[in-house]
Antibody, heavy 121, light 110 residues
Framework: EVQLVESGGGLVQPGGSLRLSCAAS????????MHWVRQAPGKGLEYVSA????????YYANSVKGRFTISRDNSKNTLYLQMGSLRAEDMAVYYC??????????????WGQGTLVTVSS | QTVVTQEPSFSVSPGGTVTLTCGLS?????????PSWYQQTPGQAPRTLIY???TRSSGVPDRFSGSILGNKAALTITGAQADDESDYYC??????????FGGGTKLTVL
């Protein structure tokens, strides 16, 4: 069974940094692209970033480009999202998700339970 | 900038059939966009219902089906049940290598 467990969320001040992690199990992690999707309170789902199976291709939403960095460690079956220069509008539940293939252009089918990031002074 | 459109809200009677759609502000949705559908209830993570137009995710009952109707992707729920009352999101992958979500449809079963 595919399991995705996010961690690292919490309260951070505007301008601060945070690193989210997503521990994966139940599948061959190195074979699948991985994604970060967020949901602000009371709002819809928004794609944040995606990374190909070997880490060679990464993509970002315009809203986070230059501030967030996605990465993965296939030896540790873990996905990361390094978030910097955090703003109030980054406050959201962040979901880790697995795609259906090695490319980021394949749809997501498995989701973690999410981790809450609160940006406030 | 391309916008993915969904009905903001919809209602269906128990046992009835409802079709939710997913379109583009400009152009038509095709299977090459791998339209996918997710169900979400408040406080819960999204659940994948349909991916790549019409492939049902594991464990999803066959009363959920996906298709292309005209120039939009569609999610049809037949025999609606009370616990189908949820938010439904579609996503399209349009070659930018980052999917684009629609704004979601709030489905009421009453």
């Amino acid at each position: 069974e595919v399991q995705l467990v996010e961690s690292g969320g919490g309260l951070v001040q505007p301008g601060g940094s945070l690193r989210l992690s997503c521990a994966a199990s139940g599948f061959t992690f190195s074979s699948y692209a991985m994604h970060w999707v967020r949901q602000a309170p009371g709002k819809g789902l928004e794609y944040v970033s995606a990374i190909s199976s070997n880490g060679g291709s990464t993509y970002y939403a315009n809203s986070v480009k230059g501030r967030f960095t996605i990465s993965r460690d296939n030896s540790k079956n873990t996905l990361y999202l390094q978030m910097g220069s955090l703003r109030a509008e980054d406050m959201a539940v962040y979901y880790c998700a697995r795609g259906t293939c090695s490319s980021t252009s394949c749809p997501v089918t498995s989701w973690g339970q999410g981790t809450l990031v609160t940006v406030s002074s | 900038q391309t916008v993915v459109t969904q009905e903001p809200s919809f209602s269906v009677s128990p046992g009835g059939t409802v079709t939710l759609t997913c379109g583009l502000s400009s152009g038509s949705v095709s299977t090459s966009y791998y339209p996918s559908w997710y169900q979400q209830t408040p406080g819960q993570a999204p659940r994948t219902l349909i991916y790549s137009t019409n492939t049902r995710s594991s464990g999803v009952p066959d009363r959920f089906s996906g298709s292309i109707l005209g120039n939009k992707a569609a999610l049809t729920i037949t025999g609606a049940q009370a616990d189908d009352e949820s938010d439904y999101y579609c996503v399209l992958y349009m070659g930018s290598s980052l999917g684009v979500f629609g704004g979601g449809t709030k489905l009421t079963v009453l």
